[in-house]
């Protein structure tokens, strides 16, 4: 079965610095669209960070220039470097990727989300 394990979130000061990891795993054949999602407390899901199909970035406004998306594609694993935390930034962060993998017969090709990863700031 496809996985998709956040991991690196924690509580800190404004200011401070977090980097959260995930790691897919599965017998994946392809990873797409792979990127970051958060959901405070009474909102909407939003993006964060997202590598596209074509191998670009796409950042939230409210997060660039503060936060950087990476991936280790040897590993199958995306980071979140998240800079100058704010208690704006208060959520819980979700990995999500478009992933491919290998069936009996064929392949089959869905949308994976983690469980995700709780980053509280404090003031």
């Known amino acids: 079965q496809v996985q998709l394990v956040e991991s690196g979130g924690g509580l800190v000061q404004a200011g401070g610095s977090l980097r959260l990891s995930c790691e897919v795993s599965?017998?994946?054949?392809?990873?797409?669209?792979i990127g970051w999602y958060r959901q405070a407390p009474g909102t909407q899901r939003e993006l964060v960070a997202a590598?596209?199909?074509?191998?670009?970035?796409n950042y939230a406004d409210s997060v660039k220039g503060r936060f950087t998306i990476s991936r280790e594609n040897a590993k199958n694993t995306v980071y979140l470097q998240m800079n100058n935390l704010t208690p704006e930034d208060t959520a819980v962060y979700y990995c999500?990727?478009?992933?491919?993998?290998?069936?009996?017969?064929?392949?089959?090709?869905?949308?994976?989300w983690g469980q995700g990863t709780q980053v509280t700031v404090s003031s």
């Open positions: 599965g017998d994946i054949l392809t990873v797409d669209d």
């Open positions: 999500s990727g478009h992933i491919t993998i290998a069936q009996p017969v064929g392949t089959i090709g869905n949308d994976y």
């Open positions: 590598f596209t199909t074509d191998g670009r970035t």
